[in-house]
């Protein structure tokens, strides 16, 4: 069946960075707009940053100019590049990708942003 495995998460004090991973398999990778999404304890998920299969890609305002969707179709990959992280960035990150009505999810990866 149809897999998004994600990876990367981590505890990171503010300011710092990570960079979150999902490889998917058994899909037509090109094919699928990708998306990550976050959910904190207690809060609605919510999308982060998207990237289409042409490549354009649109982020939340508060992520803009922090965080760089992108994604590399021979690895069936798609990237989180996180930067000058926040408290407010913790969260469960999960992968999504998108085609017609076509629609799979990760399993998540923990993000924690502390001192």
């Known amino acids: 069946q149809v897999q998004l495995v994600e990876s990367g998460g981590d505890l990171v004090q503010p300011g710092g960075s990570l960079r979150l991973s999902c490889a998917a398999s058994r899909i037509t990778f090109k094919a699928y707009a990708m998306t990550w999404y976050r959910q904190a304890p207690g809060k609605q998920r919510e999308l982060v940053a998207s990237?289409?299969?042409?490549?354009?890609?649109n982020y939340a305002g508060a992520v803009k100019g922090r965080f760089t969707i992108s994604r590399d179709n021979a690895k069936n990959t798609v990237y989180l590049q996180m930067n000058s992280l926040k408290p407010e960035d913790t969260a469960v990150y999960y992968c999504?990708?998108?085609?017609?009505?076509?629609?799979?999810w990760g399993q998540g990866t923990q993000v924690a942003v502390s001192s």
């Open positions: 999504n990708a998108r085609a017609g009505t076509n629609n799979f």
């Open positions: 990237i289409t299969s042409d490549g354009s890609t």
